[in-house]
């Protein structure tokens, strides 16, 4: 079974609630003690962010997380001059700050970067373990306690949006879906408070939907929405108002592919 992230928030623990599917949390542990850097790769929503997360708060190291997109240069990951009263002055960068303290920095959806932010990562990403900055003449080693966790889907990869093989071999890799449905269940009833009697019913529709990826849809139903459906449910939001809210209008702006949703949603649900 492809690992997933099943998390659940519990307040009387001290780090996130985390219900393995797999051995991705040892092969972390393992990952993070040998100093090597770890590739995430699942749709939308199945917790890759939640799981890094919950791994940085087991390891008690700091995390910096970076939500990459199309204008995110190497010089936003390390660094840049600034002027501050009157004075230029180095300021670093999420990936410098990390590698100077020796924490996990977690790259999300990186495809989403320019390309020389790949450059920047392939030194940190093979034995010598430095970050090079140029700007300011240093080179860092990486301590111990420093990791490199990246993360994208590969339903969104295509020609113009696509890792380098040089890039993905630096990189251990774990691919993550969508929980099983008995499992996605206690995770959706435990983060929303929704008995997992209806909250089994909002799983089995998430399943219906995500059948049709690639068809009408782009992407299925994530967890992250079922989530947020059944917690409009316990607030005491009609039911026909949250599907349609939470799990129908978010995956389609096509009104015809919206209407075919909601007959699916009355089919499934009866």
Not at 18 to 29: R, S, V
Not at 40 to 50: A, D, F, H, M
Not at 183 to 188: A, F, G, K, N, Q
Not at 215 to 237: F, K, P, W
């Amino acid at each position: 079974m492809k690992p997933a992230v099943l998390a659940a928030i519990d307040a009387a623990a001290p780090l996130p609630y985390y219900l393995p599917a797999g051995d991705e949390c040892e092969l972390f542990e393992h990952a993070f003690r040998h100093q090597l850097p770890l590739l995430l790769k699942g749709p939308t929503g199945c917790g890759k962010t939640r799981f890094v997360a919950h791994m940085a708060a087991r390891l008690g190291r700091p995390l910096h997380t970076v939500s990459c997109h199309d204008d995110l240069t190497a010089a936003d990951l390390t660094g840049r001059y600034l002027i501050k009263g009157g004075d230029t002055v180095w300021v670093d960068g999420p990936l410098t700050r990390a590698v100077r303290e020796g924490a996990i920095c977690y790259l999300d959806e990186v495809i989403e970067a320019r390309k020389d932010v790949t450059v920047v990562l392939h030194p940190l990403t093979d034995d010598r373990r430095v970050l090079p900055l140029d700007r300011t003449g240093e080179l860092l080693e990486a301590p111990p306690g420093f990791m490199l966790v990246v993360s994208y889907n590969p339903g969104y990869q295509n020609v113009l949006k696509a890792l380098k093989p040089s890039t993905r071999q630096r990189f251990l890799a774990v691919e993550f879906d969508f929980p099983e449905p008995e499992l996605e269940t206690r995770v959706v009833a435990a983060e929303s408070g929704l008995p997992e009697a209806r909250v089994a019913a909002l799983v089995r529709l998430a399943g219906a939907l995500r059948a049709l990826k690639g068809q009408d849809l782009e992407e299925g139903v994530s967890t992250r929405l079922l989530i947020y459906c059944a917690t409009l449910l316990r607030s005491g939001i009609k039911p026909d108002r949250a599907i349609r809210t939470a799990l129908i209008e978010p995956l389609t702006d096509d009104p015809d592919v919206r209407d075919a949703l909601l007959r699916v949603a009355q089919v499934t649900l009866g």
